[in-house]
């Protein structure tokens, strides 16, 4: 084992490892701390180790790398006091500046000492894993990774047709509607087309209870905005959708997790947290939850509408993928229960139209959407209108009910065909969840074997996916990973979920019994 | 003159007078207080009078009615223990809380009192001119409305056939590009795209230094998120973009003005701000500034951009409008001059190709770039890629640059159109400036004039422009206006010049010499 950390290649971006950037030399005579310090040193100014990465703990370094824990200690201290990374408390050692590209960028003469000045407060608040979403989605563009890590729809369902059709029939008729600034509430025609579409689904709703959004993370800034103050705190359900604790984060509020099982958010803990603290807002995914795939159950729903109530607490209810359902009746949105006006509804069509459109939106009490409104226009004047215009005429020439069934068989296809490659090919004691609906499999290994672990393997056979901890908000998740089935053609989702199975195969023919009484002592969070 | 209240309509929405609610009956026996009292009670129960919206001083609304100032005081009293209006220092008087709409919400069975409870720092901060933007864009449904308000492109000009086009040709073979999720900086090929067609007007830049993003509304918000913490100064000139003095104030920051004349802004007085205290940015729109159209002298250019070096203070250019030339050689950006780094582009193709694209982008250091993205992904994940991909489409395929030349014809007729209705309606004392780009026109009443008299006037007969208060920063613009000659049709720009030149003639010939002596003794601000 100590021999290991010699003959590793440098990872594909997508993952962020430190020890990667480390190559000790012990005959060198050069002391190892000195080694270490330097390796890293050179990682962060030359930009490969980027601001705001956090580092591996000491120990877990230490361990790593075969050295004693006060070497690393030791290269740590010296980084610190060189101002390159900086301890956050519960949120690890982040790697802090990144001067030299800012000293070698060719488009500056000179660098403005204002960039060095930046207005730190939210830049640390946006945390350490401010780049997981955006590397994911950049990651769209990287055609050599088999990737299973963005909850995208396929491309093959991207309505490419459907769009140049009302385009073609429509547009230079209404190019006022279409191309035109719009109303920030959104396009009428599209707010009273959500409404009708909503009312089917069991939603009492008209066009003035409507907001159009540009995506559902616009939609959890602006109630996070409008309802919680810096050092407020949201609830949400522990695994949750890693962008929502981003968001909150961001504008400072603290996050309170509540676990949640195979029937969603363990509404009873809810009522504990509920009655000793004050927290603001309630947030969760009821339906095909993100990344778990679970449905919360009819009597937890009501229970937590009833302490809603009680307790007074907006609930904010993100619903992506209640319409891709694969068995069983249609789901109805939490909100067609909410009798008191306690819930706001987020839903999008980035997953049943297509992304590209930016087209969500946001259901509530008629004076919630207008204050949403005022806080939108400061920042965004309209949703795209091209967008709104293209997803309002496949609402009212009902081209989207057929459009959504054809969904619903191909991404049921792919989640039997995902389930049937992780039986052929995966050992048996990954446990992994079969979700009614939505994209995703929330897969659980056994306590020895970290997804951290899981990914490094993969990635170097260019498979990825996202591991669990950004999806949990104090520190757990480190035995899980999330799969998303839908965007992968069939034979790319075969062969990536084959070599996740071989690099498991690999990690557990290697395993050592040190290390598994080792990662055994490691706490092991509650698992959904 | 004391009659004068009695016999007034109701205004359409699109102006805010308060007086209009107010319908005294001197005979009536209940005291003149108490009917003022309860006139504006019913109006901003009924939610007539939104929230935020400032009422009139004392003062003013006294001399409306034809009351004393105590009667209106008295009235005032009486809302603000009710907790209906409520004042702030610097802000005035604002109608506070509509409790009727909260209570007769057809879809609220009870009203959550978490929605009475709301945040409200930021709330406060979005200030009273927060609705004016959002009624500007509404306005575009309102038909009857002769508007001059919004600088909204000509709907013939939009581009419906070019985005036709290019999506008939290339959207299904380009799905994913067009459809799916795009990296958060934008995509590669707009921004390659971009980049090209600024180094073609004398900005060497790169992919890496553009950021695009929807709309410049919101590369306002997200350049202020990061450079500037609450209380931080920015230095605008004045008049100027009133989405951008909204945005600033929005995010906490105070917001100093510089006058400005028809060289731009005064970089002479700006000096000295700059060596008295220490402003985080200044903002300026140097090319056909809104609202008055000047260019930014050379001279001045120099200037700004040594005092920008030696002050150390990034200059954030707004510049929507430079491509919109209607004489002379075509104008360079600021940026084309910035040898140094301290410049912030922004640009967008709202003006240019449509504003329902909501593609708008900034170009700046590298690192720059790189921060902005971080922080636009946690609130926007990506801008919708449709937009994105038809206008790389339509820069790919040279079709910029025949629609650029079709719109500076078009404008430029526009703007002779209206400068002859002008010249054919308006008695001579109004000056005008005659742009040389751009859209508005910038209107200066006599002294004893104001806009907002100007506005009710023209309102009842269906015209709107925007008064020249929310284009300044401390109260200033009484007597300016802007009018917006790009979006009308000939005949209906023509006839709402006219209907304008029709109610400055009633002004004029009720003006009693008592008004004007009143009027006259308003402070004058200095006008460009």
Redesign the interface.
């Given at each position: 084992m100590r021999q290991r950390g010699a003959h590793h290649q440098p990872l594909p971006i997508f993952t962020t490892s430190t020890r990667s950037y480390i190559q000790l030399e012990r005959s060198s005579g050069v002391p190892l701390y000195r080694q270490i310090y330097q390796s890293l040193r050179d990682a962060i100014v030359s930009g490969e180790l980027a601001e705001?990465l956090r580092l591996p703990t000491e120990r877990s370094l230490a361990r790593e790398l075969g050295v004693n824990r006060t070497t690393v200690m030791n290269a740590y201290n010296e980084l610190a006091s060189e101002g390159l990374i900086e301890g956050h408390v519960g949120r690890g050692t982040l790697v802090k500046r990144?001067y030299a590209?800012?000293e070698d960028?060719a488009?500056?003469?000179?660098?403005?000492?204002?960039?060095f000045g930046?207005?730190s407060?939210?830049?640390l608040a946006?945390g350490t894993d401010?780049?997981v979403?955006?590397e994911l989605?950049?990651m769209?563009?990287r055609k050599e990774v088999i990737s299973l890590a963005?909850a995208?729809?396929a491309?093959e369902l991207?309505?490419?047709?459907l769009?140049?059709t009302v385009?073609?029939e429509g547009?230079?008729g209404e190019?006022?509607s279409?191309?035109?600034?719009?109303?920030?509430e959104g396009l009428?025609s599209l707010r009273r087309g959500i409404a009708a579409h909503m009312r089917k689904r069991g939603v009492?709703?008209?066009l003035q209870?409507i907001l159009i959004l540009?995506?559902s993370?616009?939609g959890i800034?602006l109630i996070s905005?409008?309802?919680?103050?810096p050092g407020?705190e949201v609830v949400v359900e522990v695994p949750t959708y890693l962008?929502a604790i981003?968001?909150f984060r961001?504008l400072g509020a603290r996050v309170i997790g509540v676990p949640a099982d195979s029937e969603g958010m363990r509404v009873d803990l809810l009522e504990s947290i509920l009655a000793r603290r004050s927290p603001?807002l309630i947030y969760t995914l009821p339906t095909f939850q993100n990344p778990t795939g679970a449905v919360m159950s009819p009597e937890r729903r009501r229970r937590l509408l009833l302490l809603a109530r009680r307790y007074?607490?907006?609930v904010l209810e993100d619903d992506p993928y209640s319409e891709i359902y694969f068995e069983g009746p249609e789901p109805q949105p939490l909100k067609a229960q909410d009798?008191?006006?306690?819930v706001l509804y987020l839903s999008t069509f980035?997953k049943t139209l297509?992304?590209?459109?930016?087209v969500a939106w946001m259901a509530g009490?008629?004076?919630?959407i207008e204050?949403l409104?005022?806080?939108k226009?400061?920042?965004?004047?309209?949703?795209?209108?091209?967008?709104q215009?293209?997803v309002s005429e496949i609402l009212r020439r009902d081209l989207f009910t057929g459009h959504l069934e054809e969904l619903r068989q191909h991404y049921k296809r792919k989640r039997d065909l995902s389930l049937q490659a992780i039986q052929d090919y995966w050992p048996p004691e990954i446990r992994v969840n079969r979700p009614k609906g939505g994209f995703h499999l929330w897969c659980r290994l056994p306590g020895d074997i970290r997804s951290r672990m899981l990914l490094r393997e993969a990635a170097q056979e260019y498979v990825a996916f996202v591991i669990g901890e950004p999806f949990h908000v104090d520190g757990g998740g480190q035995h899980s990973f999330r799969l998303s089935f839908a965007p992968l053609r069939d034979e790319l989702l075969i062969e990536g979920i084959r070599r996740i199975g071989d690099a498991l195969q690999r990690i557990i023919a290697r395993r050592t019994p040190r290390e598994a009484l080792e990662d055994a002592r490691i706490e092991r969070l509650p698992m959904v």
């Open positions: 705001g990144n590209r800012m960028d488009f500056e003469h000179e660098t403005p000492p204002w960039l930046l207005a407060g939210e830049e946006l401010a780049h979403l955006s989605t950049a769209g563009e963005q995208a729809p491309p991207l309505p490419a047709e769009i140049r385009m073609e547009l230079s190019r006022q279409a191309l035109g600034y719009c109303p920030v009428q009492p709703v008209d209870h540009s995506g993370t616009q800034g905005r409008l309802l919680l103050s407020d962008g981003q968001a961001a603001r007074q607490i907006p009798r008191h006006g306690h980035s297509a992304p590209g459109l930016r009490p008629e004076q919630m204050r409104s005022l806080h226009q400061v920042f965004d004047l309209n949703t795209n209108a091209l967008g215009w293209a």
